[in-house]
Structures are given as structure tokens and as C-alpha cells.
DNA sequence: GGCAGAATATGATATATGTCATATAAATGA
DNA sequence: TCATTTATATGACATATATCATATTCTGCC
């Protein structure tokens, strides 16, 4: 068993308000996990009954629409935590989380969570502003489903990508999505996702190499925003 | 000063975990105000630095998208909070809150929120278990907007307000809405969701008296969703 | 009470986007 | 290595929705 005290992604998370012995503890009872590209870390409506601490690989939240389409919510990095809403709403979680790429995951029962969350202010506060942020992140991202056209939710989801997750040195985006998982971001058809980017990849605001993406002209594409 | 003590609304809020010495307190420095249909509480972007709590009357929490139109994120009546996500984010608001109806809230300064904060884990529980439930709601209404047509969004909304807000004697809807604000609920251009009424009118989901709504045939709208 | 401005309504039309079909390219695995 | 599946690409077309124009009705207000 790992120790939690020396987890260097532990410092990008609540946990960083975490003392010694209450990392000590932690490290005790949580349980790791690799998971496999494409596999399931939790499913809507399932109990998860903790939370999930990211320690490598990227996965995607999604939620699935009445009309049978899934829809990414929200990416999760390295460093972030999973099943926070769901704990502290003591409920079953909203969202499905399945693995990008390979990843390592530490998880850490509820009782434990909770403990920490009562004696430790500092750790409810971090936790909370999350979840705030969240919060945040989702009424803008509702209004710009509601209100933008996919044009502009492709150009912008682009240059979030490139901003989170960053870019290979020949300058294609590190995150490697599919078209259709880039279709369920941005809300539309995975054929008109493809369309749109042949379109950017004519106007020279993108360059498509295989299924790896460019950013070109990114003051253009912040002004189609 | 009235007294938060014999608020009956308190019940309904997070403010319901406090005790009589914190009532007090509370009753102290909360300053109360009537608010005009129309009125703007705050506004996107300002810095609040306490909460509002909503004694009567509903109010509407909008976010401008950059195409100018506003978007209606919430709806917030009797006995909730406002500006809480805020408080806690140490941000200025991230929505604008407008009367919908002539209102009385009252404010109370971020400090002395803070301080229950601190002291009380049920209240902090309540407020983050609010915050959570907007979360929830607000993913759900991401894929709503990203997935649905307007049709069904229509429908939903329609349902919603009604399980919400209730109906009067006449079975109209009790909340007051203009095609404008449904529109701005739903995602949708005032004509679109105008059209879309008198077709629902047509054929027989609901009644148009004036600009009042009757709900007809609610399995129907609800097999729509 | 009547007028100005707003809200509601509806038609005509444009446009964005979804759907279905099909082709090609890439990945997987026996 | 080849075959089978899966992902990407593109065309043709259908349709939902936005936009613009114009009536009509409602509402506040002097």
C-alpha cells in the first residue's frame, strides 16, 4: 500500500488540507485501482459510497440522455477528485465515469471522507469550493448548449482542450478524443462534429493529422467564441 | 427588526439547522427589503458578500450568454438562499437575480454566515447539500439543452412549473411567466416557443386563456419528455 | 378613456443541424 | 497477414428552429 503522505497528486486536490495523521489514516484505508482505457470506474445510479482521488490518466463524465445519446459533462484529470456531489448528497452518483486513457485511481470509503469532513475545515472548505466551481462551470456550459451554435462549441471546446490538457511537441492536442466523444462535448451529431472540422481544417483555423488535431490560427478561434 | 426566530420560511432553508442564540445573532445583523417586480437583486459580475434569503415571492437567476440574450438558469421562491455558491467561491456572482413578482428578502453579511459556517456542521451540510442538488440539477439541464428538442424542453418546463409553483382555482398556472422568460427558460427564440404553445393548444396538451396556461393532458406531456 | 409601447400571435423564409447512405481509412484480433 | 469491425469522411436530403415581417391584442399611464 502506497503511502498517501508522498502522493504528489494529492497536493492538486481537497486532500492537500489533509494533516499528517489524517493522511496516514487515509492511506489505510483507501484501496488502489488501474483502470483499463474504456472501462467503467462508476455508473449512474449506482452507490459508490466514497470518493475517487485521480493519481494518473484522464476520464470522462457523462450522462445519458433520455434519447439513448450520451453526454460528456465534464473531463477529470490527474489530481482531481470523483463522487464528491454524490457523497455529500448522499445519493446514488448522476454520472458515469469511464477511463480515457489508462489510469491509476485510489478510493476512499465515505465514513473516512466524512471524518475528515467534520474535523477538518480547512479540507470541507476545498471540497466545497469544488463543488462550487462545478457549479459554476455547469450554468455556463447549460447556457452555452442553450445559446451558442455548434460552431462556436467546437471552437471553444478545441482551445479548452489545448488549455487544460495541453499539446504534444509536434503541437497536436494531448487529449485524444474520438469524434464522436468530441460530438458528445459539444452536443451535437458526430457527423456534424466531423463536418465542422473538415470546415476549420479548409479555413486554416485547425490542422487535422489522422485523428490528431492542430490548433493553427487560435486568436481566430477565440474571437468565434 | 422582525425576528428570524418566528421566521416561518427559515424551516424551509439551510438557515433551519440553527440554533436560538444563532437566531438571534442572525436576526441582529440581517437587514430585510422589499423588492419590486422587475427589480434587480444583484447582478452578474457584482460583489455581494452575503446571501439572500428569499422570504416571499420567486425570483429569476439569469445568465447573459455573449449573443446578448439572457438565459434562465433557476428559479428561486419562498424559503431558499441566494448567493450562496458565491460565498463560498469567494467570487463575484456568476448570475443576475430579477423579481419576478414583488419579493421580501433579506440579507445577511458574509461574516456572520461564515461564522455558522464554522461552528454549525448541519448548517454547512444543508448549504452544501443545496449546492449539490443545484449541481445535479443544472448537469441534468446541460444534456437537457445539448439533447432535447425544444418541444420537449417545452413540455418539461411546462410540468416543472406546475409541480413547483402549483395552479390557481381556474387550474392556470400560478407562476406568471411571459413568453419571453419561457423562452429564456427553455433555449429557444420568443416566436419558437410562441408557436410551439399554440400547437400544444391545438392539440389539446394545454390551454391558452390569455396569456395564462392550463395544463390538459399531463400523461401526454409527460410521455413527451 | 384613449394612446403609446409592449406582449402575443402567425406567416414566410433562411439556415443550421440531424439523419441516412455510402465510401474510405484505421484498428483489432484470430 | 488478412479479415472484420470500428472510426472517419462526405454527399444528399429532411427537418427543426431562427429570423424577419406584420398583425393583433394587451397594459400602463397621462
Avoid at 489524517?22 to 484505508?29: G, H, N, Q, R, W
Avoid at 464522436?180 to 466531423?194: F, H, K, P, R, V
Amino acid at each position: 500500500m502506497s503511502k498517501c503522505e508522498q502522493c504528489i497528486v494529492r497536493e492538486f486536490s481537497s486532500l492537500k488540507a489533509l494533516n499528517k495523521d489524517e493522511l496516514i489514516k487515509l492511506a489505510e484505508c483507501k484501496t488502489s485501482r488501474l483502470v483499463k482505457k474504456g472501462e467503467i470506474i462508476f455508473e449512474e445510479g449506482e452507490n459508490v459510497n466514497g470518493i475517487f482521488c485521480v493519481k494518473d490518466g484522464v476520464c470522462k463524465l457523462t450522462k445519458l440522455s433520455p434519447n439513448g445519446k450520451d453526454h460528456i459533462v465534464k473531463l477529470v484529470t490527474k489530481g482531481e477528485l470523483l463522487g464528491q456531489r454524490s457523497m455529500i448528497s448522499d445519493e446514488p452518483v448522476n454520472l458515469t465515469a469511464v477511463a480515457l486513457e489508462d489510469m491509476q485511481v485510489c478510493f476512499v470509503p465515505k465514513s473516512e471522507i466524512m471524518g475528515f469532513f467534520d474535523k477538518n475545515n480547512q479540507f470541507s472548505m476545498n471540497v466545497m469550493k469544488n463543488i462550487c466551481g462545478d457549479l459554476k462551470e455547469s450554468d455556463k456550459q447549460m447556457v452555452n448548449m442553450a445559446q451558442k451554435t455548434v460552431k462556436e462549441r467546437l471552437a471553444e471546446t478545441l482551445l479548452y482542450l489545448q488549455d487544460t490538457f495541453g499539446k504534444n511537441e509536434d503541437d497536436t492536442l494531448k487529449i485524444q478524443l474520438t469524434r464522436d466523444e468530441l460530438a458528445s462535448m459539444i452536443g451535437t451529431a458526430t457527423e456534424s462534429c466531423i463536418r465542422l472540422l473538415s470546415d476549420f481544417n479548409k479555413s486554416g483555423l485547425i490542422e487535422i493529422k489522422g485523428k490528431k488535431i492542430i490548433l493553427k490560427d487560435i486568436p481566430k478561434l477565440k474571437k468565434m467564441v
